[in-house]
């Protein structure tokens, strides 16, 4: 009776663990169904603005410091600084609307389209965290010059959370602490103290975290050559594994896709061949040039990949010049910006003071693990690899991607993984 007792309770913990499990995976899979259809519907005109938006932004940022690793999130940019331009008018939202790439599209579109994006970025894989946060802090005495239909715009589309402070140290840490606690603590500071004429910030984090679907094994790891621009060489920790990986071969470099998790989000590498120019390459890689060497990778089997362990934070990095170059110079005017959509602060005018970034990336034999925040401050006045080769011993280009929408949500270029900061 006792064994007969055992064994029916032994099949009841087994039934109710395999239960148990088919319904998580049966919730998982339906997840994954709804933000696959929602990232189906996504406006493919939003996806192509932040993309070019992204190289154009990126191109500016390589022309600093030809020498420099960069790195930023192009979501993270776009999302702020839309945010920002839904409470712009007249010849300030246009240029805004042409900076951020978004040529034709009216407002309405705009929203709309960047609401769908925004959703359609959850629940992508469980073996991926991706969290986006958006918030606008305002100074508590100018609280009740904000129009309604702007917080309603912020709320509703970008899911924005509201804060009124009184634009104190207090506040400093506040704000700094919400970066913290949306970037897992990866960025603890975007902004070190506020200005009198400072009466708002809209800001945006984003965190990132995946595993490789083809993992490198830590025993492979050692230490190899890596070339630098002026032809120095340098010893890295190098991983490598052989497998099969989609890879691309173009007149003058390569191109492989290291998927993460069920292989919706991929890191893709591009390495121009010895002696060619890393920058050169960025600069003529359009959104079009990326989609088409993206649909053109085919798998190539046992592909013999090493790839550089590398750690690097770039920021807090001010990007006025970049911006106002792309010709958002009016949105930082203090006289002649129009935010009229924002607040009515008159005879004050309202404009950009700065927008900030700041972004932090680690690779490993795991996976890849970045983050990202913006802050828009307002003011108011007063030799070719060898074939089945893919070895990433000089500087490089990637940029880590939502392949379901073809969002970009990260990019760099690496010319030492050496660095550990820049800005």
Not at 322 to 347: C, E, H, Q, T, W
Not at 392 to 405: A, L, M
Request: a negative charge; aromatic letters at 12%.
């Amino acid at each position: 009776m006792k064994k007969r007792l055992l064994v029916f309770l032994a099949l009841g913990l087994i039934v109710g663990y395999f239960g148990v499990n088919y319904t998580k995976e049966f919730l998982q899979a339906r997840a994954y169904a709804e933000s696959d259809r929602i990232a189906a519907e996504v406006d493919p005109d939003i996806v192509a603005s932040n993309t070019r938006f992204a190289f154009d932004v990126f191109n500016v940022l390589c022309e600093e410091d030809p020498d420099a690793n960069v790195f930023i999130s192009p979501l993270s940019l776009s999302a702020a600084l839309t945010m920002t331009y839904s409470g712009a008018a007249g010849s300030t939202e246009e240029a805004m609307r042409n900076t951020l790439g978004y040529g034709e599209m009216n407002t309405e579109q705009i929203e709309d389209g960047f609401k769908n994006l925004l959703s359609s970025l959850g629940n992508v894989d469980r073996e991926v965290t991706l969290s986006i946060a958006n918030s606008v802090w305002m100074r508590d005495s100018y609280e009740a010059s904000v129009f309604e239909d702007y917080k309603e715009t912020l709320s509703d589309c970008y899911d924005s959370e509201f804060f009124a402070r009184p634009f104190d140290q207090g506040t400093v840490n506040e704000l700094n602490g919400w970066v913290a606690e949306n970037t897992e603590h990866k960025i603890e500071k975007i902004i070190d103290s506020i200005e009198s004429d400072h009466v708002m910030f809209l800001v945006n984090a984003i965190y990132f975290k995946a595993n490789w679907t083809h993992q490198f094994k830590e025993s492979n790891t050692q230490e190899r050559d890596f070339y630098l621009c002026d032809r120095t060489i340098v010893s890295v920790d190098t991983m490598s594994q052989d497998d099969d990986f989609r890879y691309y071969r173009g007149g003058n470099f390569a191109a492989a896709r290291f998927p993460y998790g069920r292989e919706q989000v991929a890191m893709y590498v591009f390495l121009p061949d010895p002696g060619d120019s890393l920058d050169q390459f960025i600069v003529r890689l359009s959104h079009e040039a990326l989609d088409k060497y993206i649909n053109e990778m085919r798998v190539e089997k046992g592909l013999k990949v090493r790839f550089p362990r590398f750690r690097f934070e770039y920021g807090v990095k001010r990007m006025n010049d970049a911006l106002i170059k792309l010709g958002m110079g009016v949105a930082f005017d203090r006289y002649n910006a129009n935010f009229s959509k924002i607040a009515d602060v008159r005879p004050e005018n309202l404009y950009i003071d700065f927008v900030d970034h700041k972004a932090v990336i680690e690779v490993d034999e795991k996976g890849t693990v970045a983050a990202a925040a913006t802050n828009v401050g307002i003011s108011v006045t007063s030799a070719p690899p060898p074939p089945k080769q893919f070895y990433v011993n000089r500087p490089f280009f990637f940029v880590i991607r939502d392949d379901r929408t073809s969002t970009i949500l990260f990019m760099g270029k690496i010319t030492n993984p050496l660095l550990e900061s820049g800005s």
